[in-house]
């Protein structure tokens, strides 16, 4: 159980950072956010042959992390569209390529609740 929470947090730690570099201006697109998102979201799923699922992560930890991502994005974006900032405001919204990963491990009935 505290394994399964600390790697969602640890997800979560870590995309917020990778993105607040592109948001700072530190690294000129969003292609290393998703590239780690992608990477990430394989610890979701452990998979046997044939791509079979054989265990997955428990889908409350998977939505958990997407909403609160998708609170820390949407707080950004309002404040860059408070102040006027356009170039932010581009930039922030490039960050949902970043979730779509999340999606892959997640059944689509509990996608639907994200």
């Known amino acids: 159980m505290w394994c ?12 917020d950072q990778a993105y ?3 948001l700072e201006g530190v690294v000129q697109n969003e292609s290393h956010t ?21 265990r997955r992560l428990p ?4 939505v958990q992390v997407q909403t609160n991502l998708l609170s820390w994005i949407i707080k950004r974006i309002a404040g860059y569209q408070k102040n006027n900032n356009k170039k932010g405001l581009k930039s ?14 997640v059944p ?4 639907l609740k994200v």
Do not use: D, M
């Open 4 to 15: 399964r929470y600390r790697l969602a947090f640890s997800f979560l730690l870590k995309s």
């Open 20 to 22: 607040t570099l592109v």
């Open 34 to 54: 998703v590239q780690l998102a992608k990477l990430l979201s394989t610890c979701f799923v452990v998979r046997g042959s044939q791509l079979s699922i054989l």
């Open 59 to 62: 889908s409350q930890y998977i």
């Open 92 to 105: 922030a919204i490039t960050f949902f390529r970043a979730l779509i990963p999340l999606l892959n491990a």
């Open 108 to 111: 689509s009935a509990e996608a």
